[in-house]
């Protein structure tokens, strides 16, 4: 296990392997539908896309750019029936909020339930596919070898420092429209799931090379994330409930208040975000550029 003794090459390998071996580990779960295993799988090949994207300086860019669009697409496919599954569970949780009957609930859930299980069948089939074979191969050859830059001799303390402040800087930088303009809304989210990647990366095995604080600025990456995650989902929730509402006065009524529910929800999630935010520029601006060899 890399500790603050080790460079930052072999901190590197030591991440990259062990996301590796995560994303093999969960790959038979998620294959067979298991609860919650899309959504694992999924959060693990973004942890390393994630990784790799912000220690790039330290990674020979021909090793990891095909390996980071492959990871990419293969988050996309997983995406497919986990979006639909958190769809279908956040219109389940909204139609029980404001006591909508079970057979109307029924109605709204099925439907999604049923695409999820398309979408699922589409990646069972890819996985199983030629198709899936160049990404496995470069999974293999990243963990067997991760090709490392000269710089990745430096201390792995001080460029897990570097590279974790420069992703909360990102951070803050994509915060100036993300209330008013949806795209900015998903770019701070994705800031803000890198900065929680990297910061579990440098703060947790196999390669705690930084302490509690560094952990905090990745809780707070995670928490921008999830806040502006939950906001995402309720405005596509509300979307979808807008354009599947039925002809019948009464029912429409009933799908007009989980309209009105979600939107709640969404507001709800946005107006917790600016004090996270506070609270990161805070830490960072507390946190030195740089920590002594």
Known sequence: MAGPE???????????????????????????????????????????????????????????????????????????????????????????????????????VAPLLAEHARAHAALVAWAASPDAEPLSTALGAAAAAPALTDGSARPAPVVAREVLLAQAARVIDQTTDYRRDPEAAHALRRAGRRLRHVGDAVTKPPAAVLGPEAAALGELGSRVQSLLGDHRDALLLADHLRGSRPDQAGVRAAYASMVEAAERAAGTALASVPAVLEQLEALVGRAPTTVPP
């Open 6 to 108: 080790a460079t930052a090459g072999e901190m590197l390998a030591e991440v990259v392997g062990d996301l590796v071996a995560r994303i093999g580990a969960k790959t038979p779960a998620a294959l067979a539908d298991e609860p919650d295993a899309v959504h694992q799988l999924r959060t693990t090949v973004r942890r390393l896309r994630n990784v790799l994207a912000a220690f790039s300086p330290y990674v020979e860019p021909t090793a990891i750019g095909g390996l980071r669009a492959r990871l990419a697409e293969y988050g996309d496919r997983l995406g497919l029936p986990r979006d639909l599954e958190v769809r279908a569970a956040w219109c389940a949780r909204i139609a029980a909020e404001i006591g909508l009957p079970g057979d109307l609930r029924d109605d709204l």
